[in-house]
């Protein structure tokens, strides 16, 4: 199926994924943009980057949960604001957009799987900016606009738990990991694949617009997350010790539950996302972290 697709935040860990996925389709041509090539904070800039394109997927964001707690305004002006001039020259031009949000719009205080219809209430500045994003996609394409919520995302080109575990493996003996927090480990790639079968189903008419939830399946802790990597790479798991959020407490506070349902994705045609250990097994075959 032929197409022109944008890709904004192009230089990021999820951006540089998605541009490897777009990369293997001869069918389609790709933009890719960069926070140097364009400012979605800029009405016009981004009104000229839109047009032709079939597809945008949005991969920019303001990621510094802890600096938006003194900013907010700052990271509202690109996660709500530039997501709306985004939506925006999609509706002018006729182009879909997927834009990718967070689990941090809910309030992570759930004891099962947060519906993508569920009620949001975040609990930090960085969640509200997101929050104001999603609101703005939903407002200015019901037809045509995707959300897509993600977390406890890690990959090759940016830096993430995994790759911070494995490192600390060579410096510490032994590492206090917070057993406390549930989530769903996401590899980006797998994400940046999920994303373009999105944009093809889109394309196709066999998606219906909305709110979609791109995590891994099961569920662990951050603990349970270092355990297995350090047991996939050979490495002996009881060298992780569990301990508690109050013991590592940051500016912006975080979800103790981010765990996702994933019912939408029969809508479109797709299954859940394949489970989190499976993820996690292939992307350190891939070389997601440094060699220990």
């Known amino acids: 199926m032929s197409g022109r697709w944008l890709v904004t935040g192009a230089g990021g860990m999820l951006g ?4 490897a996925v777009l990369a293997a389709r001869d069918d389609l041509t790709v933009t890719a943009a960069t926070r140097a090539d364009l400012d979605i904070t800029d009405p016009d800039a981004v009104a000229a980057a839109v047009a032709g394109h079939d597809v945008v997927v949005n991969a920019a964001a303001w990621t510094d949960v802890d600096g938006a707690e003194t900013d907010e305004a700052a990271a509202t002006a690109i996660n709500g604001d530039g997501v709306a001039h985004l939506a925006t020259a999609c509706a002018r031009g006729g182009g879909r957009l ?7 719009v809910f309030p992570g205080d759930a004891a099962a799987p947060y519906r993508e219809d569920g009620p949001t209430s975040p609990v930090n500045a960085y969640g509200r900016s997101k929050l104001a994003g999603e609101r703005a996609v939903v407002r200015l394409l019901p037809e045509s606009g995707y959300v897509v919520r993600t977390a406890w995302l890690y990959g090759a080109h940016g830096a993430n738990f995994v790759a911070t575990m494995l490192r600390l493996a060579v410096e510490r003996e032994q590492l206090d990991v917070v057993d406390d927090q549930h989530g769903q480990p996401t590899w980006s790639f797998d994400l940046a694949q999920r994303l373009v079968a999105l944009g093809d ?8 617009a909305g709110v979609y939830h791109g995590t891994a399946s099961g569920q662990t802790t951050w603990y349970g997350l270092a355990r297995a990597a350090y047991a996939l790479r050979g490495l002996d798991p009881d060298r992780i010790h569990p301990t508690t959020s109050e013991r590592f407490r940051r500016p912006a506070p975080r979800p103790a539950y981010s765990v996702l349902g994933h019912t939408r994705w029969q809508l479109a045609g797709l299954p859940p996302m394949r489970d989190w250990h499976d993820m996690l097994a292939d992307a350190l075959r891939a070389g997601v972290a ?3």
């Not at 540089?16 to 541009?19: E, P």
């Open 98 to 104: 997927i834009h990718v949000s967070t689990d941090y």
């Open 201 to 208: 189903a889109a394309r196709a008419g066999l998606a219906p």
């Open 290 to 292: 440094l060699p220990v």
């Open 16 to 19: 540089r994924d998605l541009l």
